[in-house]
Nanobody, 120 residues
């Protein structure tokens, strides 16, 4: 009943910027945290950045200082501003939400993934 829909991504040159967004909808009681993960073919999905309901953020060391995660006032939309992109940032990026659909029921939900390609 909960859906996460991503937008953004694309092809950008090294040093360029992209912005991703993800909106959660459906049966939502409370969003505990949302974040972004990325996965290259044949590789394990890894954490990029997270933001919780109180606004606290965490970043992977590889993106710290270049990427910024943020949310809207309602907390249903999360953004990832990616600056100074490098070829190693090329991955499929997935939105994640840790969401209660009722007072006692929770789950992790995933977006469909969006491709980010950094190449000259």
């Amino acid at each position: 009943q909960v859906q996460l829909v991503e937008s953004g991504g694309g092809l950008v040159q090294p040093g360029g910027s992209l912005s991703l967004s993800c909106t959660a909808s459906g049966s939502i009681f409370r969003i505990v945290a949302m974040g972004w993960y990325r996965q290259a073919p044949g590789k394990q999905r890894e954490l990029v950045a997270t933001i919780n309901s109180g606004g606290a953020t965490a970043y992977a060391d590889s993106v710290k200082g270049r990427f910024t995660i943020s949310r809207d006032n309602a907390g249903n939309t999360v953004y990832l501003q990616m600056n100074n992109l490098q070829p190693e940032d090329t991955d499929i990026y997935y939105c994640n939400g840790y969401i209660y659909s009722s007072m006692t029921t929770w789950d992790a939900f995933w977006g469909q993934g969006t491709q980010v390609t950094v190449s000259s």
